[in-house]
């Protein structure tokens, strides 16, 4: 997933790890350059969906302008959600 919007420096990374880790995903976010921040979340397709809707909707500090989404089959790297650079 693909976030734009006001989300770097807003805390959005540590809201979508602490999401994602409450909902018991695995995965990783980071900032793009440009403002934009990406997201690789893998596990059970109802806690996703959950993950999106807040994501989408994000911490008060951010504004979330639009996102893309795509979905498939994928292997975790790791075995818990990371904020990475």
Do not use: C, K
Not at 53 to 75: I, K, L
């Amino acid at each position: 997933m693909t976030v734009q919007g006001r989300v770097q420096g807003v805390g959005f990374r540590v809201y979508v790890a602490r999401r994602a880790h409450d909902l018991g995903l695995v995965g990783w976010v980071r900032n793009l350059p440009g403002g934009a921040v990406e997201l690789e979340a893998f596990g059970d397709p109802e806690p996703l969906a959950v993950l999106r809707d807040q994501v989408a909707q994000g911490p008060s500090g951010a504004r979330v302008t639009g996102y893309h989404e795509e979905w498939g089959e994928g292997t975790a790297r790791g075995a818990r959600f990371e904020i990475l650079g």
